[in-house]
């Protein structure tokens, strides 16, 4: 079983393709991700309900999250606000390695890639997204 296993399983990711953000509210690196992803969604029509966001719980008290988030929605993603979840520190460190942004492609709960913020690739995102390819 592989790490991701559980974490696709609990979240409804295990069936069919879904790309999952992991991502810190924190982070220029992840906001500068999350600009470039929402803007290739919007130019290339992406199904929202397959993407989703997981946020790194950065504060110290976690009801603080729910105000942080909707603040990076507004700044980073124009307003679009994704499914998201929102990670522990220590399973999301362990999830991603210390590594953020993360996009990860998932396909029936399996990982089939991972790009960085310098390495995404928005014709095979798109492609393993879209419907045709279903």
């Not at 790309?19 to 029509?45: E, H």
């Not at 946020?55 to 124009?78: G, H, K, W």
């Amino acid at each position: 079983m592989s790490k991701w296993e559980p974490y696709c399983e609990e979240y409804g990711w295990s069936d069919g393709r879904e790309l999952v953000m992991f991502v810190s509210p924190y982070c220029q690196y992840c906001g500068r991700c999350s600009k470039i992803m929402t803007s290739m969604i919007d130019r290339d029509t992406l199904p929202m309900e397959h993407i989703h966001m997981v946020f790194l719980e950065a504060t110290v008290e976690p009801e603080e999250m729910y105000d942080v988030i909707p603040q990076f929605f507004d700044v980073y993603t124009y307003g679009v606000e994704y499914d998201y979840r929102i990670m522990d520190g220590d399973y999301f460190l362990s999830m991603t390695n210390g590594m953020m942004p993360l996009v990860c492609l998932f396909e029936d709960g399996a990982l089939v890639k991972e790009y960085d913020l310098f390495s995404l690739d928005e014709a095979a995102i798109s492609s393993f997204l879209s419907e045709d390819e279903r």
